[in-house]
T-cell receptor, first 114, second 114 residues
């Protein structure tokens, strides 16, 4: 069974630009969660999607948004990029919603904002 | 505020010895706790979980202990091997405002001495 796939692996963007990251969950998993990981803040929950609906949301500004498609693939978008958005963005898939079960992570997308 | 934290940022252990990684949490209403391992360049990998109605759970070479009285979680790794070198994260599943959210600790780096 293929694991969670995130694309691209690396990105370099300029301040003010916008970026879209993609996540393909494990086949059969309908929950996709997104996290931001930085050395100073650790893993911060962004949001979770289940059956194309956002079910849970962390404390990030509206510049961070996401969506989920009917095949459970998810995208995350960050608009008006800031230097502080440089981080590893991780996607995790799970069978159920709500964080009460094992989640499988992708390798992440390393975003650098210059 | 709500937080999940780790007592030690770095733990150095002799190969073959047992490792104990500690975690404190602040929300007594959290009902599910998870340990993840993250190796360099990879996404977090699930190790073991425990629900709040339990105080101990064992896996292969790993044991998680939950002390709800003092809101403390620990991960014990038996006979530590070089492949155990990684950053270990604890996380609690918190129910807040009709949402569930995984709150992550800062991580403990486990170093194995030969």
């Amino acid at each position: 069974k293929a694991g969670v796939t995130q694309t691209p692996r690396y990105l370099i963007k300029t301040r003010g630009q916008q970026v879209t990251l993609s996540c393909s969950p494990i086949s059969g998993h309908r929950s996709v969660s997104w996290y931001q990981q930085t050395p100073g803040q650790g893993l911060q929950f962004l949001f979770e999607y289940f059956s194309e609906t956002q079910r849970n949301k962390g404390n990030f500004p509206g510049r961070f948004s996401g969506r989920q498609f009917s095949n459970s693939r998810s995208e995350m978008n960050v608009s008006t990029l800031e230097l502080g958005d440089s981080a590893l963005y991780l996607c995790a898939s799970s069978l159920i919603v709500g964080g009460s079960a094992e989640a499988f992570f992708g390798q992440g997308t390393r975003l650098t904002v210059v | 505020g709500e937080s999940v934290g780790l007592h030690l940022p770095t733990l150095s252990v002799q190969e073959g010895d047992n490792s104990i990684i500690n975690c404190a949490y602040s929300n007594s209403a959290s009902d599910y706790f998870i340990w993840y391992k993250q190796e360099s360049g990879k996404g977090p990998q699930f190790i073991i979980d425990i629900r709040s109605n339990m105080d101990k759970r064992q896996g292969q070479r790993v044991t998680v202990l939950l002390n709800k009285t003092v809101k403390h979680l620990s991960l014990q790794i038996a006979a530590t091997q070089p492949g155990d070198s990684a950053v270990y994260f604890c996380a609690e599943n918190m129910h807040r405002d009709s949402n569930y959210q995984l709150i992550w600790g800062a991580g403990t780096k486990l170093i194995i001495k030969p």
